[in-house]
């Protein structure tokens, strides 16, 4: 039935999110080593029937916005956000009214874990219903506050239901009922919206892992439990080596460093960084870095060997991935690493966009053996660790 219908998501992200403590707004966080607000954008791009995700902003966020969501495909330009939710929401709904979905989720930022069963059902339950949100079972006895510190019997948790988002509507449905109920800023969510304009709001399944972060302790949990679902560690290492030329420097972990000579490659031959990129490459087993970079390709003579790391990077976090550690050991009788290893454990903290205390470089002679004894090149060896989810 809802095969042809065009379907947009609203991710509301403009709040401030001071509950969760201290610090960025709890969306542009980070957790397990992505911010919050591009793993929920994330989880829709792609999904089946999903045609545009349009974000609701705070204008003072626009700078953080387009750094979480670069590179994100049908992630169209953020709209600004109200005083309230629900002017935030319907902004994102006057948005779309220039090209209108059929149907439409609105979804807040902060529930980066919705899965997608839980879209597709949301999909189908808008076009059967017309408005529709995803619901949970009370498995707590409910009390009603009576004098401070003190309960009395409440409702029936059998009557009663948690509610979660995404919530789902038929566009026209929603946006008329915003409009209408636009003076009525005490509405908390859409099927509020919708109730107040009349219309019944069905429910469908919601599920316990489409978790809202709200305190400081909900992102312990959701740290937690993004590690947890991250269940397949993979090792793999890299080794590369460079011939000794003419020059008067050497390009190791991304840094210049001064020597008698250079190191002869197609690239600028940083040894190391093409270690630790076919070491990331290996953990995902998408080749080496010839396939990736060819040195036959005139493209990349000269170039900066951070492109072919950042590259590799990217690939990891594109299969779901997080990087747990690097790790490399540099061989040569000259120049000296150990001047330069804390700025290189640095630049590679840097270039792969994870934590210094995940990089370790080290260095030692071949105690003047073969080709780096006799000071004819350098070697490096590397070694990545990744985690990523698991699949059979």
Same mark, same amino acid.
């Given at each position: 039935m809802h095969s042809n219908m065009r379907t947009d998501v609203i991710v509301v992200a403009a709040g401030r999110g001071q509950r969760a403590g201290d610090g960025l707004p709890k969306q542009y966080r980070t957790l397990a080593g992505q911010p919050v607000l591009r793993r929920t954008l994330a989880r829709f791009v792609g999904q089946p029937g999903i045609r545009f995700v349009q974000p609701v902003i705070s204008p003072e966020h626009a700078d953080l916005f387009a750094s979480v969501a670069e590179g994100l495909p049908d992630v169209r330009p953020p709209v600004t956000g109200g005083a309230t939710r629900q002017a935030s929401v319907r902004a994102g709904l006057e948005a779309l009214a220039a090209d209108p979905p059929d149907l439409v989720l609105i979804h807040d930022a902060a529930r980066p874990?919705?899965?997608?069963? %839980? /879209? &597709?059902?949301?999909?189908?339950?808008? &076009?059967?219903?017309?408005?529709?949100?995803?619901?949970? &079972? $009370? /498995?707590?006895? $409910?009390?009603? $506050? #009576? =004098?401070?510190?003190?309960?009395?019997?409440?409702? !029936?948790? *059998?009557?009663?239901?948690? /509610?979660? #988002?995404?919530?789902s509507f038929r566009y026209e449905?929603?946006?008329?009922?915003?409009?209408?109920?636009?003076?009525?800023?005490?509405l908390? =969510? @859409?099927?509020?919206?919708?109730?107040?304009?009349?219309?019944?709001?069905?429910?469908?399944?919601?599920?316990?892992? *489409?978790?809202?972060?709200?305190?400081?302790?909900?992102?312990?949990?959701?740290?937690? *439990?993004?590690? +947890?679902? +991250?269940?397949?560690?993979?090792?793999a290492t890299g080794f !590369?080596?460079?011939?000794?030329?003419?020059?008067?420097?050497?390009?190791?972990?991304? $840094?210049?460093?001064?020597?008698?000579?250079?190191?002869?490659?197609?690239?600028? &031959? @940083? /040894?190391?960084?093409?270690?630790?990129?076919?070491? %990331?490459?290996?953990?995902i087993g998408s080749g080496d870095i010839g396939h990736h970079f060819p040195p036959s390709d005139p493209q990349w003579k000269g170039a900066s060997s951070d492109r072919f790391l950042v590259h590799a990077a990217n690939l990891v976090r594109a299969a779901g991935g997080r990087i747990a550690h690097l790790d490399a050991t540099i061989v040569c009788e000259a120049p000296k690493i150990g001047p330069h290893r804390e700025a290189m454990r640095e630049r590679i903290a840097a270039i792969v966009d994870i934590p210094v205390a995940r990089v370790s470089v080290k260095a030692t002679t071949s105690e003047q053996l073969g080709f780096t004894g006799r000071r004819e090149g350098i070697a490096a060896l590397a070694a990545a660790t990744v985690r990523l989810p698991w699949i059979d």
């Open positions: 874990f919705v899965s997608g069963r %839980l /879209v &597709a059902d949301a999909v189908a339950a808008a &076009a059967a219903h017309g408005a529709a949100v995803p619901a949970l &079972a $009370l /498995v707590d006895t $409910l009390k009603a $506050l #009576t =004098d401070p510190g003190f309960v009395a019997t409440g409702p !029936d948790r *059998n009557a009663v239901r948690g /509610v979660q #988002t995404p919530q449905l929603i946006l008329a009922a915003h409009r209408a109920q636009a003076e009525n800023g005490d908390t =969510d @859409d099927a509020a919206v919708a109730e107040a304009a009349g219309h019944r709001v069905a429910i469908f399944p919601g599920d316990p892992a *489409n978790i809202k972060l709200t305190t400081p302790e909900d992102f312990v949990t959701a740290e937690r *439990n993004a590690l +947890l679902a +991250l269940a397949d560690v993979r090792t !590369d080596v460079h011939a000794f030329g003419p020059g008067d420097h050497v390009v190791l972990g991304g $840094l210049r460093i001064p020597h008698t000579m250079g190191l002869a490659g197609h690239s600028d &031959a @940083d /040894v190391v960084l093409h270690a630790l990129t076919d070491a %990331l490459l290996g953990t």
